[in-house]
């Protein structure tokens, strides 16, 4: 088999241990191969880099096993052209299950040119991505912990979440106060309520008497607490992403444009792709890097399950939440939602709006300007024939008797 890199090494990462094998030409023209094993320390891992240069090994690949491959990622960037390759496609073979042979076999691989790079952003993105991922992290927290100031409420059998769209509003917290409290009935509790709340006047009252034991209130008052620790931590993430998104700020304002999309999704879709649309032959590769495209598995002319692949779990989670918002919208990305659902289902037709919103986002992040929207009615005017012929069958179905006259406005 043809070598592509002479000088090359294969790294199997674990939580103690580095096991290197590095290949290279000997005095003869034949490959030496040497494996060492290093800890995971800073200090051995420094060795490591050093033990690496020292025969001029200029690849190097390592498995992306779980958390582990980040520091020895970290340390070796700047000194040798890293490959983080995904672990499904360097299997072992069987009966050579051994660190010292996974190692010897990534650096062969890597010698004979059959192994894929795997994405990794510049430092820049890679931190913002960690802290966008955290803060995600956190809200996912908060929304736990109000489930549980739900279901303490329905202990009680205070059925204020019943009445009040959001139980951490401005009244409801209000009323949650008072309730810890102890100190008001449910009309004083009642008379908290703000905006349009207060003309559920009489339906809050009675969802508000309930049997409350000191305990509850104890643990109530805990989850509050709980609840405000975590929104002022998500607070001090919010401005360190800002401080951290300066450099990619014109990048979050375009995508801040786009119909479902908040500036927290911009910046969570700048931390995960990046700015440099280089990295991504086309859109639908960035797609199928994300998860978002449907899997392709046929075989014997047969197609088999076309399951979207993992992809990146962050990202794809971003653009669902994000389609969720936008399908509530009158806009192109609203009106396609309400197309698909019908015959494919909510949630297919959610996956195909986030594919949409990421290929919305290549484009502007490619040319550098806002989202323009094709419109709520793009789709009846793409096909004005077969919206035609959809709602005549429909009427003639119902037992009407359907003759069209186009108008100056149709012919046009």
Not at 191 to 210: D, I, P, T
């Amino acid at each position: 088999m043809d070598t592509y890199y002479s000088h090359c090494a294969g790294l199997d990462v674990h939580k103690k241990t580095v096991v290197a094998c590095r290949v290279f030409p000997g005095p003869d023209g034949k490959d030496i191969q040497q494996v060492r094993t290093f800890a995971t320390m800073t200090a051995d891992l420094l060795e490591l880099s050093d033990w690496l240069a020292e025969v001029g090994i200029a690849q190097v690949a390592m498995e992306s096993t779980g958390e582990y491959w980040k520091p020895v990622y970290n340390l070796l960037e700047n000194n040798f052209e890293l490959w983080l390759v995904n672990a499904r496609h360097i299997k072992q073979v069987p009966g050579r299950k051994t660190d010292v042979k996974d190692s010897e076999w990534i650096a062969q691989l890597l010698q004979c040119g059959l192994l894929t790079k795997s994405f990794v952003p510049p430092l820049p993105q890679r931190e913002l991505r960690e802290l966008c991922r955290h803060r995600a992290n956190f809200i996912r927290e908060r929304a736990t912990q109000i489930n549980r100031v739900q279901k303490t409420l329905e202990g009680m059998n205070i059925k204020l979440a019943s009445v009040a769209s959001d139980v951490m509003g401005v009244s409801a917290r209000a009323m949650l106060a008072a309730l810890v409290e102890g100190k008001a009935n449910a009309s004083e509790m009642a008379e908290l309520a703000k905006g349009r709340l207060r003309s559920k006047q009489e339906l809050l009252e009675r969802s508000l008497e309930g049997r409350v034991s000191a305990h509850q209130r104890f643990i109530l008052s805990e989850l509050l607490c709980q609840i405000d620790s975590i929104e002022e931590t998500i607070a001090r993430f919010d401005e360190q992403i800002v401080t951290y998104c300066l450099p990619f700020e014109e990048a979050v304002v375009h995508l801040d444009t786009i119909p479902g999309v908040a500036r927290a999704t911009a910046e969570l879709i700048v931390s995960e792709v990046g700015t440099d649309m280089t990295r991504f032959a086309t859109p639908g590769h960035l797609a199928s890097w994300a998860g978002l495209c449907p899997g392709n598995n046929e075989s014997a002319g047969k197609r088999f399950s076309g399951r979207t692949r993992p992809g990146n779990a962050s990202l794809r989670a971003g653009l669902v939440q994000a389609a969720h918002a936008a399908s509530r919208t009158k806009t192109y990305l609203g009106a396609q939602f309400r197309r698909l659902v019908v015959r494919r289902g909510k949630k297919r037709a959610l996956l195909a709006v986030a594919h949409s919103i990421l290929v919305i986002a290549y484009r502007l992040m490619e040319r550098g300007e806002d989202y323009t929207d094709l419109g709520v009615d793009y789709f009846d005017k793409r096909e004005p024939e077969r919206l035609t012929r959809s709602l005549t069958k429909r009427l003639v179905s119902l037992g009407f008797e359907v003759s069209l006259t186009p108008t100056p406005k149709a012919l046009a």
